[in-house]
Structures are given as structure tokens and as C-alpha cells.
């Protein structure tokens, strides 16, 4: 695929969008009624004139948990790294980002399960392992595993991608129906990354159920239950595959022509307690269902996944991702993107991911294009960065990891942290903010300037 680095950060970064577009800081994530949403929207100026920013648009806990998973693949996933320290680096993440979920409604199963995980065991089997649960058929599995199919992208990584989807699942949800929607937000990442045809992402998923099963039982961990509690998520799959006619993923799916209302409504049917997007089987089902039939259209993907009487913050930080992944930022609002909270960390690790999985490039070819750079790419650059020293000064912050309490750096600073009495030099933090984003335009650059000398030619 053609710029595949830029596809990387677009599904790292839009997935953050699809999240803070969904959650509007808490306040349209238990919406029931994706009329009075939009609604909403309309009077703010349509999605086209949305700055997805703090404090009015902080992302959820699927966020900062799906920056967990990548952060911990990054540390852990490289050739030298076996799975148990993968898996102790997942655990330990999961429970550093705690803290940074106050006031971005964290779920229940989440942060219980997560408070129980003891990565310093010798044995990740015996610290990264939790017991079976009848209740953990939740969304939080699935809404923080895409940025594994951005680490296992090939068709031959599939059982590092299902070994690691399913193991980082169930440390906090242990019940087929929840760590098999990781499995699926991570398997169609994948997909998206190798330019599979959507059609056929769900006819993927149930080939690979079959193997998803033989690895449960030669864990040998809490075999018996998983099997018992198995079918549910294969059979509601197999219905709403059989529904849109993709079962055998050959034909496309016709346009549904269905109102908002209406959408609501068939959300409400595929959900497992009437609340759509709220567990494993239906997050990624009304994610990949919004991606069919929006294509290429962003706003209509915003208002089918983000924008409807469920669970939008959860089904759009999916959705998101596997727009990114396969057509970039095309038809996206700048508005919407480039101010999105956590936009450096995203960046930043979907260049490390990508070169994870590809090998791409290293420092020496970073050098090497950095020193080739034109006049006139250079004085771009330099225009950019004066108009980013202007808005770091002209601008009140909100911190990284804050209290959601706090609406501003400066109240942050001021007051501190009243979980875990951390506070900020602003000078500090205005610097370092500079000089990321700094960093991040460079690289950026650069992976443009490689892939254009690959389609050129100049780089084989």
C-alpha cells in the first residue's frame, strides 16, 4: 500500500478522533437517542467545523488504554522479546494508565481486573492471568487492540496477532465474547493494512475462530468454561453476516437507506443487554458495519459510528482506526485531527509500530533524507514550526495525564493533582511541547520523503 506509513499514523491518530468525537468528554457517551446528537452537532456547525481538542473533546479511557497496548508492543513485541515479557509489559501499562482515566468513565471490569494483575510474578501465567468471568463479555477488550494489527499486519503474523489479542483480552475480560472482540479489532486492522476488501473481513474472522478455539485449549487455563461460553459471539456474527449477506465475503453489501432512528434501533438488536457497542461481539460489529457502508465518506462514518444512541466512544475509536489504516486522512477535517488529544503519542507510535512490523527504515536512512531535504521543504518546515511556537504561547494546555477536573494547565499547576499530587512547570511543559511536536514534523517528512522515493524508484 502506497504511503503505508501515513495509513499508520492516520489509524493511530483518527482513532483517538473517533473516541473524543464519540465521548464529547462524557457528556454523548450514554446518549440514547442519535437524533438529539446530531442535533447537537448541527448547532455547533456540522462535523466540518468541529476542533477536536481539550477540555471539550478529551478522549475516553479507550484511548489512553489503546495507547497502553501499543506502548507495551513497543517495549516488549521485538525479536529479542519473548511473549511472557509482552504480556508482563501489557499488565504493567494496563495499570500504569490507570491513573490517567479519572474523569474518562473507565468501565467497572476494567479497572477491577486490571487492579489484580501482579506483572512482577516470575510467571506471567500465574500474574497476567485472571480467573474466568460470566460477566466479562465487555467492550474494553475490543476498543484498545487495534494498534495489535498494526504490530502484526501480515498474514503470516496471524498467531502472534491472536495469541497476543486474545492473552491482552482476557486480562481484564475472560469470556469469549469479550476477548474475542479484541481478537476482531485486531484481525481487521490487519486486514485493512493489507487492502483486503471489507466484504470479506468478516468471512476473515470466521476462519479464524476455529483457531482461536485450539489455542484456548492448549492453554489449558480455564478450558472448560471458555468452551462452554463459546458459540454466542460465532452465532451473533454468523446472524448479522448472513443478515448484510457477507457471509462468504464475495458480495458487497447493499446500502441500508436506514434513518437514524432506524439505526438506533438495529444497533439496539445487535447488542447483547440494548445498549449497542457496549460488548465484545456488537463493538466491532456496529464499527465494521458503519465502515461498509460509508466507504470513503468520513462524515458519514462519524454519524454511523460516533454519532448514535450507544456506545459512540467505543464503536468510533474502532471505526476510526480502520479508516486511518486504509485511506489515510482523505476527506478528514484538519480541525478535526491535528489537535487531537494525545496527538504526539499517537504519532509517535505508529511510526514505531510501523517500524516494528515492516523494518522500514532506521536512523541512518532518517540521516540520510533528512540531509536531502529542499529549500523549499525546509522553509516550510520552519513556517510550520514558528506557527506552532506561536500557538504553544498564545494557548492555555491541557496537560497529558491531567485530572479531568482541571480545564486548564494553568488550574492544573496551580492546584495539582489531587489522586497523585503531581504538579507542572508550565515553562517546562510549553518547551517540551515544542519540541515534540517538532519531532513529530520531522519524522512525518521524512516518511513522506521515503515513499515518494519508492514510488520513484530511488529506493528499492
Same mark, same amino acid.
Given at each position: 500500500?502506497?504511503?503505508?506509513?501515513?495509513?499508520?499514523?492516520?489509524?493511530?491518530?483518527?482513532?483517538?478522533?473517533?473516541?473524543?468525537?464519540?465521548?464529547?468528554?462524557?457528556?454523548?457517551?450514554?446518549?440514547?437517542?442519535?437524533?438529539?446528537?446530531?442535533?447537537?452537532?448541527?448547532?455547533?456547525?456540522?462535523?466540518?467545523?468541529?476542533?477536536?481538542?481539550?477540555?471539550?473533546?478529551?478522549?475516553?479511557?479507550?484511548?489512553?488504554?489503546?495507547?497502553?497496548?501499543?506502548?507495551?508492543?513497543?517495549?516488549?513485541?521485538?525479536?529479542?522479546?519473548?511473549?511472557?515479557?509482552?504480556?508482563?509489559?501489557?499488565?504493567?501499562?494496563?495499570?500504569?494508565?490507570?491513573?490517567?482515566?479519572?474523569?474518562?468513565?473507565?468501565?467497572?471490569?476494567?479497572?477491577?481486573?486490571?487492579?489484580?494483575?501482579?506483572?512482577?510474578?516470575?510467571?506471567?501465567?500465574?500474574?497476567?492471568?485472571?480467573?474466568?468471568s460470566t460477566s466479562g463479555g465487555g467492550c474494553g477488550a475490543a476498543m484498545r487492540a487495534m494498534c495489535i494489527g498494526l504490530r502484526y499486519p501480515r498474514e503470516e503474523d496471524l498467531p502472534?496477532?491472536?495469541?497476543?489479542?486474545?492473552?491482552?483480552?482476557?486480562?481484564?475480560?475472560?469470556?469469549?465474547?469479550?476477548?474475542?472482540?479484541?481478537?476482531?479489532?485486531?484481525?481487521?486492522?490487519?486486514?485493512?493494512?493489507?487492502?483486503?476488501?471489507?466484504?470479506?473481513?468478516?468471512?476473515?474472522?470466521?476462519?479464524?475462530?476455529?483457531?482461536?478455539?485450539?489455542?484456548?485449549?492448549?492453554?489449558?487455563?480455564?478450558?472448560?468454561?471458555?468452551?462452554?461460553?463459546?458459540?454466542?459471539?460465532?452465532?451473533?456474527?454468523?446472524?448479522?453476516?448472513?443478515k448484510k449477506n457477507l457471509l462468504d465475503g464475495t458480495k458487497n453489501p447493499k446500502p441500508d437507506n436506514l434513518k437514524v432512528d432506524e439505526r438506533d434501533t438495529f444497533y439496539k438488536k445487535?447488542?447483547?443487554?440494548?445498549?449497542?457497542?457496549?460488548?465484545?461481539?456488537?463493538?466491532?460489529?456496529?464499527?465494521?458495519?458503519?465502515?461498509?457502508?460509508?466507504?470513503?465518506?468520513?462524515?458519514?462514518?462519524?454519524?454511523?459510528?460516533?454519532?448514535?444512541?450507544?456506545?459512540?466512544?467505543?464503536?468510533?475509536?474502532?471505526?476510526?482506526?480502520?479508516?486511518?489504516?486504509?485511506?489515510?486522512?482523505?476527506?478528514?477535517?484538519?480541525? &478535526?485531527?491535528?489537535? !487531537?488529544?494525545?496527538?504526539? =503519542?499517537? %504519532? #509517535?507510535?505508529?511510526?514505531?509500530?510501523? *517500524? @516494528?512490523?515492516?523494518?522500514?527504515?532506521?536512523?541512518?536512512?532518517?540521516?540520510?533524507?533528512?540531509?536531502?531535504?529542499?529549500?523549499?521543504?525546509?522553509?516550510?518546515?520552519?513556517?510550520?514550526?514558528?506557527?506552532?511556537?506561536?500557538?504553544?504561547?498564545?494557548?492555555?494546555?491541557?496537560?497529558?495525564?491531567?485530572?479531568?477536573?482541571?480545564?486548564?494547565?494553568?488550574?492544573?499547576?496551580?492546584?495539582?493533582?489531587?489522586?497523585?499530587?503531581? &504538579?507542572?512547570?508550565? !515553562?517546562?511543559?510549553?518547551? =517540551?511541547? %515544542? #519540541?515534540?511536536?517538532?519531532?513529530?514534523? *520531522? @519524522?512525518?517528512?521524512?516518511?513522506?520523503?521515503?515513499?515518494?522515493?519508492?514510488?520513484?524508484?530511488?529506493?528499492?
Amino acid at each position: 500500500m502506497a504511503f503505508l506509513p501515513l495509513h499508520y499514523e492516520a489509524a493511530m491518530v483518527l482513532s483517538g478522533v473517533g473516541d473524543a468525537l464519540g465521548f464529547k468528554s462524557g457528556s454523548w457517551k450514554f446518549y440514547k437517542v442519535g437524533n438529539d446528537i446530531l442535533e447537537e452537532l448541527k448547532s455547533m456547525g456540522g462535523l466540518s467545523a468541529l476542533n477536536v481538542k481539550p477540555p471539550e473533546w478529551i478522549v475516553s479511557d479507550s484511548t489512553v488504554m489503546h495507547l497502553a497496548t501499543s506502548e507495551a508492543l513497543i517495549q516488549k513485541s521485538g525479536r529479542n522479546c519473548g511473549k511472557g515479557d509482552l504480556y508482563k509489559m501489557i499488565a504493567v501499562k494496563y495499570k500504569e494508565c490507570m491513573i490517567d482515566t479519572n474523569g474518562r468513565f473507565p468501565g467497572k471490569t476494567c479497572t477491577t481486573n486490571v487492579r489484580d494483575l501482579m506483572p512482577d510474578r516470575p510467571d506471567w501465567e500465574v500474574g497476567c492471568r485472571i480467573a474466568f468471568s460470566t460477566s466479562g463479555g465487555g467492550c474494553g477488550a475490543a476498543m484498545r487492540a487495534m494498534c495489535i494489527g498494526l504490530r502484526y499486519p501480515r498474514e503470516e503474523d496471524l498467531p502472534d496477532l491472536l495469541a497476543v489479542s486474545i492473552e491482552s483480552g482476557r486480562m481484564t475480560h475472560h469470556h469469549p465474547t469479550g476477548y474475542l472482540g479484541s481478537l476482531a479489532a485486531a484481525l481487521f486492522t490487519a486486514y485493512a493494512i493489507q487492502g483486503k476488501p471489507p466484504k470479506e473481513w468478516g468471512a476473515g474472522l470466521m476462519s479464524v475462530l476455529p483457531q482461536a478455539k485450539k489455542y484456548i485449549i492448549s492453554q489449558k487455563f480455564y478450558v472448560k468454561e471458555n468452551l462452554e461460553a463459546w458459540d454466542y459471539f460465532e452465532y451473533r456474527w454468523k446472524e448479522y453476516l448472513k443478515k448484510k449477506n457477507l457471509l462468504d465475503g464475495t458480495k458487497n453489501p447493499k446500502p441500508d437507506n436506514l434513518k437514524v432512528d432506524e439505526r438506533d434501533t438495529f444497533y439496539k438488536k445487535l447488542s447483547f443487554c440494548g445498549f449497542g457497542g457496549a460488548s465484545g461481539h456488537d463493538a466491532p460489529m456496529i464499527a465494521y458495519d458503519a465502515l461498509l457502508q460509508s466507504g470513503k465518506n468520513w462524515k458519514e462514518l462519524c454519524e454511523r459510528a460516533m454519532f448514535h444512541g450507544a456506545n459512540g466512544d467505543n464503536t468510533g475509536v474502532i471505526a476510526a482506526c480502520w479508516y486511518g489504516a486504509m485511506y489515510g486522512y482523505q476527506g478528514v477535517p484538519e480541525g &478535526n485531527f491535528k489537535n !487531537v488529544e494525545y496527538h504526539g =503519542r499517537l %504519532v #509517535e507510535q505508529a511510526r514505531l509500530l510501523h *517500524k @516494528l512490523a515492516y523494518g522500514s527504515f532506521d536512523e541512518e536512512d532518517v540521516s540520510t533524507v533528512m540531509n536531502n531535504y529542499t529549500y523549499d521543504k525546509m522553509e516550510s518546515e520552519e513556517t510550520q514550526v514558528k506557527t506552532l511556537i506561536d500557538d504553544v504561547q498564545s494557548q492555555d494546555y491541557q496537560a497529558e495525564g491531567q485530572c479531568a477536573e482541571y480545564e486548564s494547565i494553568t488550574e492544573y499547576q496551580r492546584n495539582g493533582c489531587n489522586s497523585c499530587g503531581r &504538579n507542572l512547570d508550565m !515553562v517546562d511543559l510549553q518547551k =517540551r511541547k %515544542v #519540541e515534540l511536536e517538532i519531532e513529530n514534523l *520531522k @519524522l512525518r517528512n521524512t516518511l513522506i520523503t521515503l515513499e515518494i522515493q519508492k514510488m520513484q524508484g530511488g529506493m528499492e
